[in-house]
């Protein structure tokens, strides 16, 4: 199996559509990095007007390589789906598009075995992903704006909270942040799998991987109790931004934070656990169906 996972990831490698994404992120950073160095002072006045002069933070060391790594995973971890979708979509429909999925079935291997490589090839193609963007968005934005005490902005409910993280509780957040997203994506892969198996050329599981997480990533954000209570739980979306749970930090009773807690740990261990389920029904269902596909050419 070990030799058929090689072939599976060169065959990755050599797809132009694989280095897309890793030239999006890159880019997208740059961009990020090169705003928040040019004018970024502009920003944080804007989100720390509201707490006065109470806060205590040097506002000058507020934008920091932890402080942009946060704000570029709230954009790239929401557009990286379609980056995923890219090249799980074409495992199975590329090689039927190209008329070698039955000349790969005639090898003395099992069906499961080859629909689990493409598995394991496309869990190791997000996971280098998400390497990439750690050392592009985490790392070099330390070089670039140096570290100190970490602010997060977050919405809670009808009012917004301003939340400090001192600079020696951070990086394992970062490390469990990226941990968790490897297995949301992986969801996207899974999924994208299971909808290469039922097409002949690499458009439609595309596609139809992008449309579906978009759909259901509306319906995640549409605030409406019946939505909430019947639909939202059964939407992998609802649980793609867990990894943020790693940065809301808890407070004692004289609200001061806690340092190395979390707020809502039961919640983000839930939402783990779930997503791991769609992983394995994606991919039960995807191996399920490879098995009844009839190859005709």
Request: glycine share 6%; proline share 3%.
């Amino acid at each position: 199996m070990w030799s058929l996972l090689q072939i599976e990831l060169y065959k990755i490698s050599k797809r132009p559509r694989t280095y897309i994404a890793f030239i999006s992120i890159a880019a997208i950073v740059f961009i990020f990095q090169f705003a928040f160095k040019a004018d970024g002072a502009s920003y944080m006045n804007m989100m720390l007007q509201s707490a006065g002069d109470t806060f205590e933070l040097d506002r000058s060391k507020a934008i920091n390589g932890y402080f942009m790594c946060y704000i570029i995973l709230n954009t790239l971890l929401i557009q990286i789906p379609i980056l995923i979708a890219l090249v799980a979509g074409d495992a199975i429909s590329g090689e039927a598009n190209m008329g070698t999925l039955r000349l790969l079935l005639t090898k003395p291997l099992s069906r499961s075995k080859v629909i689990a490589t493409k598995f394991f090839a496309s869990t190791i193609y997000t996971v280098a992903l998400l390497i990439f963007m750690a050392i592009m968005a985490l790392f070099v934005s330390m070089l670039i704006f140096g570290v100190d005490d970490m602010l997060i902005f977050r919405a809670h409910g009808d009012e917004s909270q301003i939340l400090q993280i001192t600079k020696d509780d951070v990086m394992w957040r970062y490390f469990a942040a990226f941990g968790y997203a490897a297995v949301a994506l992986t969801v996207i892969a899974a999924l994208a799998l299971l909808l290469s198996v039922f097409a002949e050329n690499s458009v439609g599981p595309i596609i139809a991987t992008v449309c579906i997480v978009i759909v259901y990533t509306i319906v995640s954000n549409i605030n409406v109790p019946i939505i909430d209570k019947s639909i939202k739980p059964f939407l992998f979306t609802s649980y793609l931004v867990g990894w943020k749970g790693f940065f809301y930090i808890a407070v004692n009773e004289e609200n001061i934070p806690v340092k190395g807690s979390m707020e809502n740990w039961p919640a983000v261990r839930n939402s783990l656990f779930i997503l791991i389920a769609h992983i394995g029904i994606f991919f039960g269902a995807a191996v399920y169906f490879f098995k009844k596909k009839d190859i005709l050419t």
